[in-house]
């Protein structure tokens, strides 16, 4: 082959990969582009799925809601089944470890506004996993079988989604049969985190698991687990294959992730860094979005560490958040956020991090990712 031959082929190449990734049908449903906001506790709440929706994720799961009918009535199981304005499609993450109680749940979603369930058998937190849900249920594959066979009969119009880990250890990968038995569920896509249960977020991610599961599967599969930059989002397309990326941890202070890694697969080039007006904007309207949904007194508690994600590692910002953290009521919290951006806007016109570490990792009892 010539210089000029394979110059071509490359070229060719890298068009098809930007060209993958321009919108995509899911479901039924036609989402902006293949980048999903994966289902986190405590994070992806309304205000933060309709963020990542507008700063460029296709698709936004829900932190879990219990299949334990007794909290139903609950403020906090209210709130989360509570999807009032949000874009479709829809999708709401369940948890437990009864075929019956999961069943029942994935009725009471869609019954209000669900348009996907997503079952979570991914969550390595240990309250979840003590009670043989989340990524516990790894370890018993009949009972797999039983939980996504129940849902998926409880809500046949709806489609149902599952969220794995690798498996429960290194000696216990069991992903692929996960898969197996998921495809003959009645399973219509598969989203896996690298990691094993036993790893919680420790070391890095494998997707060698996920490449194998793709190369055989009959239903999309969905790669998550460190994907916190544009070029790591492409290194996990070009390794896994998968059919979708989702994003968690990395999201967390930086929504606009979502627009950098899109722009990037579909250009090859790089977005500037966001300028500090507009992420001082984006902070601000989230913060109203989080005070009206959860109330004065809740929402400020809920506020201080999403403003503490959005300036960790910023210059000044390590002083800043120990001030702000003091702060009880709203109005304080709108009038330091705007004093730190004003004097940030003075000193650079783009964002720009003192260090270069992804965005910081909440303690992993509190993520269902």
């Known amino acids: 082959?010539?210089?000029?031959?394979?110059?071509?082929?490359?070229?060719?190449?890298?068009?098809?990969?930007?060209?993958?990734?321009?919108?995509?049908?899911?479901?039924?449903?036609?989402?902006?582009?293949?980048?999903?906001?994966?289902?986190?506790?405590?994070?992806?709440?309304?205000?933060?799925?309709?963020?990542?929706?507008?700063?460029?994720?296709?698709?936004?799961?829900?932190?879990?809601?219990?299949?334990?009918?007794?909290?139903?009535?609950?403020?906090?199981?209210?709130?989360?089944?509570?999807?009032?304005?949000?874009?479709?499609?829809?999708?709401?993450?369940?948890?437990?470890?009864?075929?019956?109680?999961?069943?029942?749940?994935?009725?009471?979603?869609?019954?209000?506004?669900?348009?996907?369930?997503?079952?979570?058998?991914?969550?390595?937190?240990?309250?979840?996993?003590?009670?043989?849900?989340?990524?516990?249920?790894?370890?018993?594959e009949p009972l797999v079988r039983q939980i996504l066979e129940a849902v998926v009969n409880a809500v046949p119009s709806t489609p149902v989604t599952l969220k794995i880990r690798t498996g429960w250890d290194k000696n216990s990968r069991n992903a692929l049969n996960i898969l197996k038995i998921a495809e003959q569920s009645g399973i219509r896509a598969l989203a896996m985190h690298g990691r094993t249960r036993a790893c919680g977020y420790s070391g890095q991610a494998e997707y060698e698991t996920i490449q194998a599961a793709k190369a055989v599967a009959t239903i999309p599969i969905i790669a998550n687990g460190d994907i916190d930059s544009p070029e790591q989002a492409k290194h996990v397309l070009d390794t896994t294959h998968a059919d979708a990326l989702m994003i968690g941890r990395a999201a967390q202070g930086r929504p606009w992730l979502f627009r950098e890694i899109e722009y990037f697969l579909n250009t090859g080039t790089y977005l500037p860094p966001p300028r500090v007006i507009e992420i001082h904007e984006v902070l601000l309207e989230h913060l109203e979005d989080l005070y009206l949904f959860y109330g004065v007194e809740t929402g400020v508690g809920i506020a201080r560490k999403h403003i503490s994600w959005y300036t960790r590692g910023l210059v000044g910002s390590a002083a800043f958040r120990h001030r702000m953290n003091q702060?009880?009521?709203?109005?304080?919290?709108?009038?330091?956020?705007?004093?730190?951006?004003?004097?940030?806007?003075?000193?650079?016109?783009?964002?720009?991090?003192?260090?270069?570490?992804?965005?910081?990792?909440?303690?992993?009892?509190?993520?269902?990712?």
Not at 347 to 368: G, I, V
């Open 327 to 369: 702060l009880p009521t709203i109005e304080l919290q709108r009038q330091a956020v705007n004093d730190f951006f004003c004097a940030l806007a003075d000193y650079q016109e783009h964002l720009s991090y003192a260090r270069t570490t992804p965005s910081p990792h909440a303690n992993f009892e509190d993520l269902a990712a």
């Open 1 to 140: 082959m010539s210089v000029f031959a394979a110059a071509i082929a490359v070229e060719s190449e890298t068009c098809l990969a930007h060209r993958h990734f321009t919108s995509m049908e899911f479901l039924g449903f036609s989402l902006r582009n293949q980048l999903f906001v994966a289902p986190m506790a405590g994070v992806t709440d309304r205000p933060f799925r309709q963020l990542c929706k507008r700063m460029g994720a296709g698709l936004a799961v829900s932190e879990m809601v219990t299949s334990n009918s007794l909290l139903y009535g609950s403020i906090k199981t209210r709130r989360r089944a509570n999807h009032a304005g949000e874009v479709a499609p829809i999708s709401v993450q369940i948890a437990g470890a009864s075929p019956s109680m999961m069943a029942a749940a994935a009725r009471y979603n869609v019954e209000r506004g669900a348009q996907i369930i997503d079952i979570n058998m991914g969550c390595p937190a240990k309250k979840i996993c003590n009670v043989m849900a989340g990524s516990a249920l790894l370890r018993d």
